[in-house]
């Protein structure tokens, strides 16, 4: 096989072939196939797409091309979620210890945030002693033991995915639904479960701005991971404004605690009750939705499912003593009071300018070299349709420092907000599940 002509075949309509499809991906990761003609195929597929048969092929050459993670010693019931990303997504940390208290075992592997949030791993991190990085075999034992792991991933897992989104990075291929479903699904499908479930983000703060754009890509992501022998279901949730009330690592970590205690977070709530709900039916642990989210609703009212995050931090070296007084998580130094300056309604904010905002605190990375402060962001007192008064409080600042960087945050989350007379109509939060 030759790579220019299969670039042609591409560029001219053609369907690739799972071998040709190999031959790419086995010779681009060792360095054969140049990066010139690898990024000549992605503006290829760019433009005339591909197959599902295509995307498939490609995302399994992708997993393949490193460590393919072997959980049968887990047993029968092995479950992964994924989330496209948004601000303030703290779903893992409320999720994970729901569903393993209910038999499905969760061995996930997560990221460091890049951009204007942290990630999984960030917010675990800000836990006192908890460490994210350990070898395979005490990986495995942790999901075996307590139900769920949230780990880093493996360098060498999915290696072409890492060099690909590179290239995709600097050749403004990166919105090509096969690129990104084949990025995503490589490293699930890599990562062994059984079940995979997907968070599909839509609105402002979402990769996916266009409900339309989301669902094509939750569609093509499960028929993908249904074509690979996999257990697949997704959802599209809203992301136009901030998933729950806080952003920022450590607060994020005192909210999702708050709702396994049973506070009061109705979108993140329901998000985790749905998210659950769908892995314990595709796994087959439980046969309707309504049985699904008692048995998960249960794990809360019961406190099982604190008790199991709190398992958790202690297996991975954490002070679990955080999880039941999160007044030892770290503080920041200012706090301050953002006060509205008009009264009516919030119509509308704008979920990547708060994000934005949280980063220039601290609360995420501009460069991958970067640092990150877990005691920073910002806690919404308001939220879209909620009355609010002049003079009342629309947000509260967690800051290092009483200085300028924090009269330029005010600004930004102040930017963030619309207002209206009249009480806006709400969209669902959870437009729609992709059975």
Request: proline fraction near 3%.
């Amino acid at each position: 096989m030759h790579m220019a002509e299969l670039i042609e075949k591409k560029r001219d309509g053609g369907e690739l072939t799972a071998e040709e499809i190999n031959f790419i991906i086995r010779g681009y990761t060792a360095g054969t196939i140049p990066d010139y003609q690898m990024s000549a195929l992605c503006m290829a597929v760019f433009f005339r797409g591909m197959s599902s048969e295509e995307t498939t092929a490609l995302t399994m050459a992708m997993a393949h091309s490193g460590e393919m993670v072997d959980l049968t010693a887990l047993g029968d019931y092995t479950g992964d979620k994924h989330s496209t990303g948004g601000v303030g997504d703290k779903t893992s940390l409320v999720l994970c210890p729901m569903v393993a208290c209910c038999g499905l075992k969760m061995a996930k592997m997560s990221g460091h945030g890049l951009g204007h949030t942290g990630g999984t791993l960030d917010k675990l991190e800000s836990i006192p002693g908890l460490s994210v990085q350990m070898d395979g075999g005490r990986f495995l034992q942790i999901a075996d033991e307590v139900g769920f792991v949230l780990a880093g991933q493996s360098a060498v897992m999915a290696p072409a995915d890492k060099k690909l989104y590179a290239l995709r990075d600097v050749t403004a291929t990166v919105p090509s639904v096969p690129l990104i479903v084949s990025s995503i699904m490589s490293k699930k499908l890599a990562s062994g479960a059984k079940t995979i479930v997907l968070d599909v983000k839509t609105g402002s703060g979402a990769f996916m701005e266009t409900e339309e754009a989301s669902f094509a890509l939750a569609r093509e992501m499960v028929a993908v991971g249904r074509l690979a022998g996999r257990n697949m279901g997704a959802i599209v949730t809203d992301m136009d404004q901030p998933l729950g009330f806080a952003v920022g690592n450590a607060l994020e970590v005192e909210e999702a605690v708050s709702v396994l205690r049973g506070g009061d977070v109705p979108d993140l709530k329901e998000l985790c009750l749905t998210l659950g709900s769908q892995l314990l039916l595709r796994s087959g642990i439980e046969r309707d939705a309504e049985s699904a989210r008692q048995r998960l609703q249960a794990t809360i009212d019961s406190g099982a499912a604190l008790d199991r995050l709190a398992a958790m931090v202690e297996a991975q070296g954490g002070d679990r003593r955080a999880v039941y007084d999160t007044s030892l998580l770290p503080r920041a130094k200012v706090v301050y009071e953002l006060k509205s300056e008009r009264s009516g309604y919030v119509s509308a904010m704008q979920a990547k300018g708060i994000g934005v905002a949280a980063m220039h605190l601290g609360a995420g990375r501009e460069t991958a070299e970067e640092s990150i402060n877990p005691a920073v962001g910002i806690v919404l007192r308001k939220k879209v349709g909620d009355a609010v008064a002049e003079g009342e409080t629309l947000a509260i600042i967690h800051a290092d420092a009483d200085d300028e960087n924090l009269r330029s945050v005010e600004r930004e989350l102040m930017a963030a907000y619309s207002f209206s007379e009249a009480k806006p109509k709400l969209k669902p939060f959870i437009r729609g599940i992709v059975e």
